[in-house]
């Protein structure tokens, strides 16, 4: 499974970005997709989940409540939406899925797409 961000960017601080992943190859395996960030210096943080079944979602609380993931199965993409965004949003965000392949456990990253929030 092959994994490609896009929709980052700048902007200033109460604005609003939407990333977008897509994701390609055997996407039938994939379990669930998500959002991670890593801010220069900081180790990386989960931000959102959504499970490929049934769609359930989770958030980190730093997020809950101005972020939304969503997911669209037939172009095979997950979306972040972002509002309210706070200068400590800024960050690195990595699209994410796990999954199964044949009895192996994978996660695969994208290759990141930078958000930069002004104050």
């Known amino acids: 499974v092959q994994l490609v961000e896009s929709g980052g960017g700048l902007v200033q601080a109460g604005g609003s970005l939407r990333l977008s992943c897509a994701a390609s190859?055997?996407?039938?395996?994939?379990?669930?997709m998500g959002w991670y960030r890593q801010a220069l210096g900081k180790q990386r943080e989960w931000v959102a989940t959504?499970?490929?079944?049934?769609?359930?979602?989770n958030y980190a609380d730093s997020v809950k409540g101005r972020f939304t993931i969503s997911r669209d199965n037939a172009k095979n993409t997950i979306s972040l939406q972002m509002n309210s965004l706070k200068p400590e949003d800024t960050a690195v965000y990595y699209c994410?899925?796990?999954?199964?392949?044949?009895?192996?456990?994978?996660?695969?990253w994208g290759q990141g797409t930078q958000v930069t929030v002004s104050s």
């Open positions: 959504i499970t490929s079944g049934d769609g359930n979602t």
């Open positions: 190859g055997s996407t039938s395996t994939i379990n669930a």
């Open positions: 994410n899925a796990v999954g199964l392949w044949g009895l192996v456990r994978y996660t695969n």
